[in-house]
């Protein structure tokens, strides 16, 4: 059962506010790697350089100048030399909610029926970032779009479980953003053909090719036709995450929500803030 499963969805979810209490919404669950001192997930003020600070440490250490483009906002810090061990995310995949006996959200899909997906993040410094979406298609079929910063060409993997689709994902030039903050929106709806139309990596998840007969029954469960729901979001480390979000319609759906949510959704400058 999804955790949202039967329950009436409005055109604009927000799934994590860093500005609410408590930061990093109870749907999210994290995981760091106890064998790296510097692998944390901690909650801090944007306009504070933490990158480094010790993971047992109580003491928030303020730079004497604040990092250009820093926001005045509390934010969730992810690092880890590892990221692929240092991540936070809510809900999971079909296939690890069936395997599973727990109960509790953590082991349940979402079950959001929102296709659009939206990510206010921000890099630390020129450190890889990487996203994950689980999508399931009319007919239940999972998939998950994977996006990172170091991949240059788009790839789907068949045989991963559930199937995988890793796409790159581009920043535009440093020197040309007014602030290290990315907003970043993806029309799921738009991303699902792709498990039919890009070249195949029949790799698993062990590495191993797999036979003519896994790859055939592989091809029939690529997820295909139209956008049914999303069963988790994860976002690995190293960034700071500021926001996560589904709508109906994207940027559009944000534009017809009223200065309200126009000012939320915002990201003040910490400089601004300070001189007020």
Same mark, same amino acid.
């Given at each position: 059962?999804?955790?949202?499963?039967?329950?009436?969805?409005?055109?604009?979810?927000?799934?994590?506010?860093?500005?609410?209490?408590?930061?990093?919404?109870?749907?999210?669950?994290?995981?760091?790697?106890?064998?790296?001192?510097?692998?944390?997930?901690?909650?801090?003020?944007?306009?504070?350089?933490?990158?480094?600070?010790?993971?047992?440490?109580?003491?928030?250490?303020?730079?004497?100048?604040?990092?250009?483009?820093?926001?005045?906002?509390?934010?969730?810090?992810?690092?880890?030399?590892?990221?692929?061990?240092?991540?936070?995310?809510?809900?999971?995949?079909?296939?690890?909610?069936?395997?599973?006996?727990? #109960?509790?959200?953590?082991?349940?899909?979402?079950?959001?029926?929102?296709?659009?997906?939206?990510?206010?993040? $921000?890099?630390?410094?020129?450190?890889?970032?990487?996203?994950?979406?689980?999508?399931?298609?009319? $007919?239940?079929?999972?998939?998950?779009?994977?996006?990172?910063?170091?991949?240059?060409?788009?790839?789907?993997?068949?045989?991963?479980?559930?199937?995988?689709? #890793?796409?790159?994902? &581009?920043?535009?030039?440093?020197?040309?953003?007014?602030?290290?903050?990315?907003?970043?929106?993806?029309?799921?709806?738009?991303?699902?053909?792709?498990?039919?139309?890009?070249?195949?990596?029949?790799?698993? &998840?062990?590495?191993?090719?797999?036979?003519?007969?896994? $790859?055939?029954?592989?091809?029939?469960?690529?997820?295909?036709?139209?956008?049914?729901?999303?069963?988790?979001?994860?976002?690995?480390? &190293?960034?700071?995450?500021?926001?996560?979000?589904?709508?109906?319609?994207?940027?559009?759906?944000?534009?017809?929500?009223?200065?309200?949510?126009?000012?939320?959704?915002?990201?003040?400058?910490?400089?601004?803030?300070?001189?007020?």
């Amino acid at each position: 059962m999804a955790i949202l499963a039967g329950a009436v969805q409005p055109p604009l979810l927000t799934l994590l506010s860093s500005t609410s209490s408590p930061p990093l919404s109870p749907l999210f669950f994290q995981a760091t790697d106890p064998s790296e001192p510097s692998s944390l997930i901690s909650i801090v003020d944007d306009s504070e350089d933490a990158e480094d600070y010790p993971r047992d440490s109580t003491e928030i250490i303020v730079p004497k100048s604040k990092p250009r483009g820093s926001i005045s906002h509390p934010v969730i810090h992810t690092q880890s030399p590892d990221p692929r061990t240092t991540y936070i995310q809510a809900g999971c995949s079909l296939e690890s909610s069936r395997a599973s006996h727990e #109960h509790d959200d953590r082991y349940q899909p979402l079950g959001v029926e929102l296709p659009w997906v939206g990510f206010q993040i $921000k890099r630390l410094g020129q450190r890889d970032l990487s996203l994950e979406v689980g999508v399931v298609d009319a $007919k239940g079929r999972e998939g998950i779009i994977r996006l990172s910063s170091f991949k240059t060409e788009p790839s789907i993997h068949p045989c991963h479980t559930p199937p995988l689709i #890793h796409l790159p994902l &581009n920043f535009p030039p440093s020197e040309s953003l007014v602030t290290p903050w990315l907003h970043i929106p993806l029309n799921l709806a738009s991303l699902l053909p792709l498990f039919q139309s890009i070249p195949r990596d029949y790799t698993d &998840n062990d590495g191993e090719q797999g036979g003519a007969r896994k $790859k055939r029954r592989a091809e029939s469960e690529l997820p295909s036709g139209s956008f049914k729901s999303v069963s988790f979001v994860k976002v690995y480390a &190293n960034c700071r995450v500021r926001r996560v979000w589904f709508s109906a319609e994207g940027e559009k759906t944000l534009a017809s929500m009223g200065k309200g949510v126009e000012d939320e959704w915002a990201l003040y400058a910490a400089d601004s803030a300070a001189s007020l």
